[in-house]
């Protein structure tokens, strides 16, 4: 089969020639620094989880190559396939890990122990549900992609790859009790071509209360098909793996990203508490005349209900302290924290909220020229986050997400900036003005052809270190630890809505364009996602669909 890849030794010595083309020379990923020693408590971080049931479940990060191939997929270059190695004594595989060929080794798998005698057995046959023979494609031979046939009562939960056409052993892997598994469906794409796409899995229910656990397989389909696997069901789901306040504290610590803002960035972050006591005021509908100031804390907002309209929040009516609040106080800024168990338990989410108190006007490309869009994009109240997703079996950080205007992207550990002398700290880019966020500085165009809005990042001397001003305002898995402030439960808007006409400033900047562009203009506008526009003030951290659910 090869050496052994593994996170924590990334020997290269015996791997294949070709597998060193695919792979980068450095090949498994590691961090820039060594996993911290954890504070006790609990069920953190001690390698293994209890899903219940008599299932007890353990991640795997040692691997050995089985088979790659060295083009498609994502940047044409291919995917390796992995047996996992070096199980703990006692456990029994579940299924192969394969990744891209794009990206440094960086994965895992679990594998599973049997407390009950009947919680685990091994597949009855196996079915080929595909190979490579006929593609020419460049690959180290043929795979064979095998799905395990279930015993009555079993599920399979992962495919085995071989190089050769003989049916693996029986007893290679297990199949999982039906009633410890659940339904899952095909995350991130790893490999596909001639109909045929292999994603690794996740559950399809995720949040806060889902108890479906990824095991880190990957799924062959065929088009319109559906993964014939399933995921793994927490049914203990007691939170007894989640990290307490102190280990909560070191992993922010570990991990905690420094954020850059454009050179040319006037609308900077603030804390809740510096906006609140600078003059924001609370409007209520009816009552416009007489709006309120906002206690340090938010103590005086109203809470709970719904976003109905009868409240919203404000900048100072003054022009001086409205222009003065509008850019922000860096020195001020704090980030929210929200901490939530996800997949089952088997993963937290330290989400990181960021408030600014304003959003600047958008820029557009139009083939050749830069122009700005008048006041289209401001809005006020901005809220962005990011989310670290960190194993509960490690603690070791898995992905991140970042927030871009309504959407965003999971981005993996390897693939992180890291803020270097020896740091796990990754870095995040803001975007001018819109403050969407970045894994890299340059420009992202919101559009297509040429023609879109303008991301642009850059690493300018004005940055936050988030661990340096922190806040946890929420973990609810904790029993009441922590207490919310008041604002986290203000369901209303953080702004009112906008005060100008859109199509006079699509208007206004349509009137320079000469009649080529003027014509792609015009196509354009029609596309420009609502966000961007900004009529309407947004809601807080808790009024997000993440707040309970899975990131997009």
């Not at 695919?22 to 990923?29: E, G, Q, S, Y």
């Not at 039906?178 to 991130?188: N, R, V, Y």
């Not at 991990?255 to 609308?267: A, T």
């Not at 270097?420 to 992202?444: D, Q």
Request: glycine fraction near 10%; charge should be negative; hydrophobic fraction near 35%.
């Amino acid at each position: 089969m090869g050496n052994c890849l593994s996170i924590s030794d990334p020997s290269l010595e015996d791997v294949s020639k070709k597998l060193l083309k695919a792979l980068p020379v450095d090949t498994a990923f590691k961090f820039p620094s060594p996993m911290p020693t954890f504070s006790q408590g609990d069920g953190f971080a001690k390698r293994t989880i209890d899903l219940g049931g008599g299932l007890e479940v353990s991640q795997v990060s040692t691997f050995n190559k089985v088979w790659s191939t060295y083009e498609g997929g994502p940047d044409n270059l291919g995917a390796t396939f992995f047996e996992p190695s070096s199980i703990p004594s006692g456990f029994s595989i579940l299924g192969y890990y394969a990744q891209p060929n794009n990206r440094k080794l960086f994965g895992w798998v679990l594998t599973a122990r049997d407390l009950s005698s009947n919680t685990l057995k091994p597949p009855v046959d196996y079915t080929l549900v595909g190979n490579t023979e006929s593609l020419k494609i460049k690959q180290d031979g043929t795979g064979y992609f095998w799905q395990p046939v279930p015993p009555d009562g079993y599920q399979a939960v992962g495919l085995i790859v071989t190089n050769s056409s003989q049916k693996p052993p029986l007893d290679k892997l297990r199949c999982v009790r039906s009633d410890l598994t659940e339904q899952c469906e095909a995350d991130t794409w790893i490999w596909g071509t001639n109909g045929v796409n292999i994603s690794n899995l996740r559950p399809t229910a995720r949040g806060t209360q889902a108890t479906g656990v990824s095991v880190g397989t990957f799924t062959w389909q065929t088009q319109n098909s559906s993964p014939a696997l399933s995921c793994l069901k927490n049914t203990k789901f007691d939170f007894s793996t989640m990290p307490n306040g102190s280990q909560i504290e070191e992993l922010f610590q570990t991990y905690s990203p420094w954020i850059y803002f454009h050179p040319d960035e006037e609308y900077l972050p603030s804390s809740v508490n510096w906006y609140f006591n600078n003059g924001a005021l609370l409007y209520k509908k009816g009552e416009e005349s007489k709006p309120i100031p906002i206690e340090s804390n938010g103590s005086n907002l109203p809470q709970g209900g719904s976003n109905d309209g009868s409240y919203w929040l404000d900048l100072p009516i003054d022009k001086n302290g409205k222009e003065r609040v509008k850019k922000g106080d860096l020195q001020s800024t704090k980030v929210y924290l929200h901490i939530k168990p996800m997949l089952g338990a088997t993963f937290t989410d330290i989400s990181i909220w960021i408030f600014y108190p304003f959003n600047g006007p958008a820029k557009a490309k139009v083939k050749f020229v830069n122009l700005p869009l008048g006041r289209i994009g401001e809005h006020i109240g901005d809220w962005e986050h990011t989310t670290l997703r960190i194993s509960n079996f490690t603690g070791e950080l898995w992905r991140v997400f970042l927030s871009q205007h309504s959407g965003g992207v999971w981005i993996d550990a390897s693939d992180l900036e890291f803020q270097g002398g020896g740091s796990n700290k990754f870095v995040a880019y803001a975007s001018l003005h819109g403050h969407a966020m970045y894994p890299k500085p340059g420009l992202v165009l919101q559009g297509d052809d040429g023609i879109g809005i303008r991301n642009d990042t850059a690493k300018g001397k004005k940055v936050i270190d988030t661990g340096l001003g922190y806040e946890v305002i929420a973990a609810e898995y904790d029993g009441g630890g922590v207490v919310e402030p008041p604002w986290v439960n203000y369901f209303r808007k953080w702004g009112p809505k906008i005060d100008y006409n859109v199509d006079d400033e699509v208007k206004s900047v349509e009137r320079i364009l000469p009649g080529l562009l003027k014509k792609a203009f015009v196509k354009f506008v029609k596309k420009i996602p609502d966000e961007v526009y900004g009529e309407d003030g947004p809601t807080g951290p808790k009024l997000k669909s993440n707040w309970a659910g899975d990131e997009s």
